[in-house]
Each structure stands twice: as structure tokens, then as C-alpha cells.
């Protein structure tokens, strides 16, 4: 030894992680060595970038490996690698300790979880696997050396709450992790983890698909081990076989073999491999594309959001690999953000290695690729929904919320995803609609897609915009999610219809729709605006302050009164959305619409007529306007005002 051993104490929730990884987390302990050839493989892909980026790096990638080694006698398993390796600074920082990882929020999390999947998914979103080793090892012996260093370090812990550390001489470039195994316990889950067929078996269900070779000493095989039962003659014989070393994995990247060859299985467990999802994937995309620029491409659409979609610091994107060497995880640049819930790797042919990640963002081949990507997405997306609507409709609930971020984002794909937009209605009170549905059921002479937005279904359809649109048949698409606020602003057609909020503009569905509206009615309606005319005049001056116009209603049947929006207005939602992202903006005047049948407005108009100057209309006008101001869910400007007049009138009609 270089150096004095030191004994250090793991941080406070570290200590924590690790009696939860080791009592409770994981319900099947054979996830450990899974685990540990997964950060074995990662070592070996950063040795290969960084060989390629850095010049002077001397380092051997010649037979870049993982090997397995059991000392039966020892009751030991060792995971080596000879990738990159690590410093003394880089074993404190990411095994001492877990402060990257968002510790408090992790165990939090894993506290909350119902399950032993659900907890076990959140342990690998948060990248903490090597802890698994303390589920079937009293203690972990870590030695390693990172490459163009000298030095290298030797860390021992048996993850009770201290670990000690030291340098060390002579140690090969890599990292290897000594497992000095319990006993093998049937009743606790432990397996006999020396026995040679119970390694094969994990590798081949976990770990066949890496990149690189995983070894282990060659031994004879008997037909009971092959099923399942230990032959000790053939265990013992792994220790000090002759011959070379097995290789247990095949090393073919899934991705670049023909979706024929491939089972759902092997699907399955790569995307749990590289997304730390405990389910199935709900759709799996296996593409390759030929020609001047040639890549394959593996995707995957999740079954269930995950819980950070909505997180600012969520990441997003797919694996990157040019000719099968790791290039970069999560890159963005070859998925936009709102399929960020997309897992899956794209191996490129021709794209440099030593490109950066600022420039890839703007490499026109990756721009391509992206563009592929995503419509070839959107196209499953949309042969989903045409040929299984029930897990359509379930991916919809999951990922809606974002697919509809890309009718703001997207513009290259409008089309795409509105055909995919699916969205309660006024037509069925359970099963959602597609936009191409409601055209199709639209009433003759209908060339309107109209729709109103609001905090939940109940609010909207109990809305006095509704009444007319009810009464007389129309459908109403019924949005709830903040982001249709923003992109029915946006976004004027669908297939040639355009799309109107029935809370702004004029709207008068005898007018609109029906051309056999008689003379009488058109006469009678416009004797009815004269008649009123006094009325509404006075109405606009009393309540200046708060609105621009008061006009008679057509939408009403059975309210009061509404408020309306100008035809490009921001609504009151969207008014303060922005106001709440620092925008200052102006406040917006509605207009307020009456309904000339209803007993308070025609008694309004009457009293206005016999006593223009009674100083009560004015806070009946008030009343009014408040009223409406509540019925669609907005904010009074004084509620303690607003009370004590209706307080007031209730007492003095008492």
C-alpha cells in the first residue's frame, strides 16, 4: 500500500439507501449482477470515447472485456472490467456518497412506493445499482485504476455504515468488484451464486445483449445444470479450468439484428435494461434506414408516464451509438421535447466521433434522423389508434398532456398530431373523441369545430356558453388540460374546419346554421335589440370598468347573463398563465351578453324604463356582472363588495 487505510462513514442517507437496497428494495436478489455488469459495460463504452476523443490516453482497447471469477474456496464472485476505471476522488464521490443522485427526494420516493417493482424502478432511475451488492455479499471489496493514471485505489466496505479506502500499486486498468458472498438461502432469495449455470442463467436473462464479451472460465456443463440444478463436479471445476475462457453473452446489439430474429421478450428486457421501467412497453419501433446516410434505430413507446415527465430537470432523448460505439446518453438533439417520454438507441453509420454536442444539435444528418424518428413515432402512434383503441386511449391518458405540446412546438407535424388528438365531448359522457370523429358526426351546414375550455368537464358542462349549443344539438369538444389554452389559440383548422371557442365572439347557431331562418324571426330579433337598446347603453357606461361592450345573447337559454371574449382575445386562463410567467400584460375587457328572456333581465330593462335614475339598478348591474363572473369560474374583483350587495337585496326582498 502507497498509504495509510482510511475509515470513512458513508453520508447520512446513504446509510439509509443502502439497509433499504439490501432489506426491502429489490424482491429478486438476482438483479446484482445484472446491476454491476451494467456499470462494468459503461466503463468500458467511456474508454472507448474517450480513447477516440483524446489522443494521448495511453490505454490498451484492443480486448476490451468483462470477466467473471469465482473462488469457490473464498466464497467469493468478482465482476472485472478493464474500462476506465476510476480515481480515488471519482470512488468517494459516486460510492461514498449519493448527493448527485437527489438524495432526499429518492428516499422519499422509495418510502412511498406500494411495491417492491415500483420502489426497484425508482432505484434505477436514480442510477444507485452498485448498492445491490450488499443484498447477497457480507462484504464488497472495489479495486481500480483509472486509465492514465498511475495510481489506484482500493475501497472495502460491509455496508453497515463505514467503508475504508486506500491507494494502491499495481493494480490492471479497470475496476473490479469482490463479492464475498452469504450462503446461499432458499427461503431469503439467495441463490448459490457460485454455481456456474446460475451465472449463465442471469447473464443470458439480463445481460446478453451488451456490447461486449462477458467471460467466464470455461467448465463442463452436465444436463442437470442446464436445467437448473447445480453439478458440483462442473462448479468446482471454475475455479481452475483449463482451456480458454466462455463467453456467455452473444454481443449482438439487438437493434442491428432483423426484427424477425428478435422475440417479444428480448424487446422487453432491453427496454427495461436502458429505461428502468418495471412494465412492458406498450409499442416497440424497430427501424433501419439505407442509403447515403444509413442508421438503426430501436424505440419504444412506455406503457405509463413516468414520474418525472412533467419535471424541469427530466431528461430526454435516446441512446446515441455510431458503429455500435456509445456516444452519449439522453440526446436530445435526436428527439424533440414533447416526446420526451420516448426510450430507445439509434446506432449511426457515418456520423463523426468527434463531433460535440453543440455541433450535433446542429449536424444536418442528426437533423434528418430526428425528423424520421418522429414521424415514424407519430405513425405508430396513429396505427394504435386505428387498430387498438383501448390501449390508444390509455396511452393517450398517460401521454396526451405532452403529445399536445407539439401542436405549440411542431409545426412540421400539425397535421400528424391532431389526428391524434383525442378529447372528451358533449357526444358521449364517457369515451372520448377523435377530431376526425367529430367532423364526421357535424350537422349539416356545420362548418365549425367548437369547443370550450375550462378547469374540469363538470365546470364546462354546467357553463352558460353551453345552453344554446345543448338546447339546439351541437357537439362541444370539452378541454381541461392548460395546455389547449394555448394551442386552440394557434392552431385555426383542422381539415378545413375551423375551430371556434363557443365563450368568444358572436355566435348565433339560427343565424350560422340555418338557412330557413324566416324574415319574422330576423325582423323580431332586431325590434328586440332596438328595444333594449337604452338599457344596454346605460349598462356599458355603469360597468365601464369592467367591461368593453353588453350586448343581447343568442347562446343563452337559460342563464342570466355571460361573458364573452373578443374572437382574439386571450381568455382569462391564458391571461393568467402569462401573468404568472412575469408577462405584464393590460387587463382584458370582456363583454358581457344578456339573455332577454330571462325574468331578471327583462325586469332590469323594465325598471330602467319607468326609473332610469334609481341609484339600485346600478348595483343590480353589478350583481349581474358578477354572477356571470362566477358562473364561468373566474375571480370577482371584490368579493366582500359583491356580498354585501347581494346581502343587501336578498334582505330587502325579504
Not at 132 to 138: K, L, R, T
Not at 388 to 414: A, H, S
Not at 548 to 567: E, H, N, P, Y
Request: proline fraction near 4%.
Amino acid at each position: 500500500m502507497a498509504s495509510p487505510t482510511q475509515t470513512l462513514e458513508f453520508q447520512a442517507e446513504t446509510r439509509q439507501l443502502l439497509q433499504l437496497v439490501i432489506h426491502s428494495i429489490y424482491s429478486n436478489k438476482d438483479i446484482f449482477l445484472r446491476e454491476l455488469i451494467s456499470n462494468a459495460s459503461d466503463a468500458l463504452d467511456k474508454l472507448r470515447l474517450e480513447s477516440l476523443t483524446d489522443t494521448d490516453l495511453a490505454a490498451d482497447t484492443s480486448d476490451l472485456h468483462i470477466t467473471l471469477e469465482v473462488d469457490r474456496q473464498a466464497r467469493t464472485l468478482t465482476v472485472r472490467d478493464n474500462g476506465i476505471g476510476m480515481t480515488r476522488e471519482d470512488v468517494v464521490d459516486l460510492i461514498g456518497t449519493i448527493a448527485k443522485s437527489g438524495t432526499a427526494g429518492l428516499l422519499a420516493k422509495i418510502k412511498e412506493a406500494k411495491d417492491a417493482d415500483a420502489a426497484q424502478s425508482l432505484i434505477g432511475q436514480f442510477g444507485v445499482g452498485f448498492y445491490s451488492a450488499f443484498m447477497v455479499a457480507d462484504k464488497v471489496t472495489l479495486r481500480t485504476r483509472r486509465a492514465g493514471t498511475e495510481q489506484g485505489t482500493v475501497w472495502e466496505s460491509d455496508g453497515e455504515g463505514t467503508y475504508t479506502i486506500a491507494q494502491a500499486d499495481d493494480l490492471p486498468m479497470g475496476t473490479s468488484v469482490t463479492l464475498h458472498l452469504k450462503p446461499a438461502d432458499g427461503e431469503d432469495g439467495l441463490g448459490d451464486y457460485l454455481a456456474g449455470w446460475k451465472i449463465r442463467q442471469i447473464v443470458k436473462q439480463y445481460s446478453d445483449f451488451i456490447r461486449w464479451p462477458i467471460r467466464m472460465a470455461a467448465e463442463p456443463v452436465s444436463a442437470d445444470a442446464e436445467s437448473g440444478a447445480a453439478d458440483e463436479a462442473a462448479d468446482e471445476a471454475v475455479d481452475g479450468a483449463a482451456g480458454a475462457p466462455e463467453t456467455l453473452n452473444s454481443m449482438k446489439a439487438l437493434w442491428a439484428r432483423p426484427r424477425s430474429e428478435v422475440t417479444e421478450a428480448e424487446y422487453n428486457e432491453f427496454y427495461r435494461q436502458i429505461s428502468h421501467d418495471w412494465q412492458d412497453p406498450a409499442e416497440t419501433i424497430h427501424m433501419r434506414a439505407e442509403g447515403t446516410f444509413e442508421y438503426e434505430a430501436l424505440l419504444f413507446i412506455p406503457a405509463q408516464a413516468p414520474f418525472d415527465l412533467f419535471s424541469r430537470d427530466t431528461k430526454r432523448g435516446v441512446q446515441l451509438y455510431v458503429k455500435r460505439v456509445f456516444i452519449m446518453d439522453d440526446c436530445d438533439a435526436l428527439m424533440p421535447n414533447y416526446l420526451r417520454f420516448v426510450k430507445g438507441v439509434v446506432d449511426a453509420h457515418d456520423l463523426s466521433l468527434n463531433v460535440s454536442r453543440e455541433i450535433l444539435q446542429h449536424d444536418r444528418q442528426i437533423t434528418a434522423v430526428r425528423r424520421r424518428l418522429v414521424k415514424k413515432v407519430l405513425a405508430a402512434l396513429k396505427s394504435t389508434q386505428a387498430t387498438n383503441t383501448e390501449t390508444y386511449l390509455k396511452l393517450w391518458e398517460q401521454f396526451g398532456r405532452v403529445l399536445k405540446e407539439g401542436l405549440i412546438e411542431d409545426r412540421d407535424n400539425t397535421e400528424a398530431l391532431l389526428e391524434l388528438v383525442s378529447a372528451a365531448s358533449t357526444n358521449d359522457a364517457e369515451k372520448p373523441t377523435t377530431l376526425r370523429e367529430y367532423v364526421a358526426r357535424m350537422k349539416d351546414g356545420q362548418d365549425t369545430i367548437y369547443y370550450l375550455t375550462g378547469e374540469n368537464r363538470q365546470m364546462v358542462e354546467n357553463s352558460p356558453h353551453m345552453e344554446a349549443f345543448t338546447a339546439k344539438g351541437y357537439e362541444v369538444l370539452i378541454l381541461t388540460d392548460p395546455v389547449d389554452e394555448v394551442w386552440t389559440d394557434q392552431i385555426p383548422t383542422f381539415d378545413g374546419h375551423r375551430f371556434q371557442s363557443i365563450a368568444k365572439g358572436q355566435v348565433d347557431l339560427d343565424l350560422d346554421h340555418d338557412a330557413d331562418v324566416s324574415d319574422e324571426a330576423k325582423a323580431e330579433k332586431a325590434r328586440r335589440e332596438q328595444d333594449f337598446a337604452a338599457l344596454l347603453a346605460w349598462l356599458e357606461t355603469t360597468l365601464a370598468e369592467h367591461v368593453k361592450q353588453v350586448r343581447l345573447s343568442t347562446r343563452l337559454t337559460t342563464s342570466a347573463a355571460c361573458l364573452v371574449g373578443d374572437a382574439h382575445d386571450l381568455t382569462p386562463t391564458l391571461e393568467k398563465m402569462y401573468r404568472a410567467m412575469g408577462q405584464d400584460l393590460p387587463p382584458v375587457k370582456r363583454i358581457l351578453e344578456l339573455n332577454p328572456t330571462h325574468p331578471l333581465i327583462s325586469a332590469l330593462h323594465q325598471a330602467h324604463q319607468t326609473k332610469p335614475d334609481d341609484p339600485a339598478l346600478t348595483d343590480i348591474a353589478e350583481l349581474v356582472h358578477g354572477s356571470a363572473l362566477l358562473a364561468e369560474g373566474g375571480d370577482l374583483p371584490d368579493p366582500a363588495r359583491f356580498t354585501r350587495l347581494l346581502t343587501d337585496h336578498l334582505t330587502h326582498t325579504l
